[in-house]
């Protein structure tokens, strides 16, 4: 039952990470210390069933249960306070970075781990460099609402993609749907619809069942890979990953949607709070929440060695 409800925890917080453009849901996994056990679930999902099940199960009942909640309720949190909001995520990532970095800890730096950290970070501060300048140009809300045939087809390769998120740490797969213009229609359109104000619920209902369908693909597909890559060249992907997470920390502050938001607060009137109120909490928020996510790792840490001892 501990194991069960630390999977569940654990799902619930990849969820949060995953609804939320700029963080990655496999950055919350690590950080949460069940990155490894789910992609190796994963992978040998046919190989091991039962096991397999076990371990996801929890794990997927948490993202599910956190993913639809955190939408409606990020949708209103960010549009009047999204600063503070990213401050805290933010916060919370550079706190848990000793975690992170530990595996690396005392082996030798070689070339291709530089190459792999730099590429990845590179990697990561793009999508948020195009996010700002795509982020305007693709609006698909009017397929959304009337979709043809071919648009159901649409939502699987983009549910794949969408899948990063919960597979590649750093990654943002909600970040990657907003370049393509598919994540501010999809958190509308599921908004309306738990709202009870959908104008075509079945059609709503038939697109995030495709999208579903490619998120489910594109996880099982990823982390097939992840896990070779793990296994065979693990040292440099540990510092790509690190790469990817330290790249989104920055991609948190400079992408479509807080640009965006960035511009409302220069104007006074279109959020909950002046600029020079929001900033100075945000950047306090950000410290403090950075000081208690490595206090409360560090502890975690501390009593899992206790416990080891005392075995």
């Given at each position: 039952?501990?194991?069960?409800?630390?999977?569940?925890?654990?799902?619930?917080?990849?969820?949060?990470?995953?609804?939320?453009?700029?963080?990655?849901?496999?950055?919350?996994?690590?950080?949460?210390?069940?990155?490894?056990?789910?992609?190796?679930?994963?992978?040998?999902?046919?190989?091991?069933?039962?096991?397999?099940?076990?371990?996801?199960?929890?794990?997927?009942?948490?993202?599910?249960?956190?993913?639809?909640?955190?939408?409606?309720?990020?949708?209103?949190?960010?549009?009047?306070?999204?600063?503070?909001?990213?401050?805290?995520?933010?916060?919370?990532?550079?706190?848990?970075?000793?975690?992170?970095?530990?595996?690396?800890?005392?082996?030798?730096?070689?070339?291709?781990?530089?190459?792999?950290?730099?590429?990845?970070?590179?990697?990561?501060?793009?999508?948020?460099?195009?996010?700002?300048?795509?982020?305007?140009?693709?609006?698909?809300?009017?397929?959304f609402e009337n979709p043809e045939i071919w648009f159901y087809f649409i939502m699987i390769p983009v549910g794949i993609i969408g899948s990063f998120a919960l597979v590649i740490p750093g990654i943002s797969g909600s970040m990657i749907l907003l370049i393509l213009g598919f994540y501010t229609p999809l958190i509308?359109?599921?908004?309306?619809?738990?709202?009870?104000?959908?104008?075509?619920?079945?059609?709503?209902?038939?697109?995030?069942?495709?999208?579903?369908?490619?998120?489910?693909?594109?996880?099982?597909?990823?982390?097939?890979?992840?896990?070779?890559?793990?296994?065979?060249?693990?040292?440099?992907?540990?510092?790509?990953?690190?790469?990817?997470?330290?790249?989104?920390?920055?991609?948190?502050?400079?992408?479509?949607?807080?640009?965006?938001?960035?511009?409302?607060?220069?104007?006074?009137?279109?959020?909950?709070?002046?600029?020079?109120?929001?900033?100075?909490?945000?950047?306090?928020?950000?410290?403090?929440?950075?000081?208690?996510?490595?206090?409360?790792?560090?502890?975690?840490?501390?009593?899992?060695?206790?416990?080891?001892?005392?075995?």
């Amino acid at each position: 039952m501990k194991t069960f409800l630390k999977r569940l925890l654990a799902g619930i917080g990849i969820g949060v990470g995953a609804a939320i453009p700029g963080v990655s849901g496999g950055t919350i996994a690590i950080i949460l210390d069940v990155y490894e056990s789910v992609i190796g679930a994963v992978s040998n999902i046919f190989k091991k069933f039962k096991e397999s099940i076990i371990i996801l199960i929890p794990i997927l009942i948490g993202i599910i249960g956190a993913l639809i909640p955190c939408i409606i309720l990020f949708d209103k949190l960010l549009e009047g306070m999204m600063f503070i909001m990213v401050s805290i995520f933010a916060g919370l990532m550079i706190g848990s970075m000793p975690k992170i970095t530990e595996e690396v800890k005392g082996n030798k730096f070689t070339k291709n781990n530089g190459i792999a950290l730099i590429i990845c970070f590179l990697l990561a501060i793009s999508i948020g460099i195009c996010s700002v300048f795509l982020g305007d140009k693709i609006n698909l809300l009017a397929h959304f609402e009337n979709p043809e045939i071919w648009f159901y087809f649409i939502m699987i390769p983009v549910g794949i993609i969408g899948s990063f998120a919960l597979v590649i740490p750093g990654i943002s797969g909600s970040m990657i749907l907003l370049i393509l213009g598919f994540y501010t229609p999809l958190i509308k359109v599921v908004s309306e619809l738990f709202k009870g104000h959908a104008s075509n619920p079945g059609a709503v209902i038939g697109l995030v069942a495709c999208f579903a369908i490619g998120v489910i693909l594109g996880f099982f597909l990823c982390s097939k890979a992840m896990k070779k890559l793990l296994n065979n060249f693990h040292l440099t992907t540990m510092w790509g990953i690190i790469g990817f997470i330290v790249g989104s920390i920055i991609t948190l502050f400079f992408n479509y949607t807080i640009y965006s938001y960035y511009q409302k607060m220069s104007s006074l009137n279109e959020t909950w709070m002046k600029w020079y109120i929001e900033v100075p909490i945000g950047i306090i928020l950000l410290i403090v929440f950075a000081i208690l996510s490595y206090l409360l790792l560090r502890y975690l840490k501390k009593r899992s060695e206790t416990k080891l001892e005392n075995k």
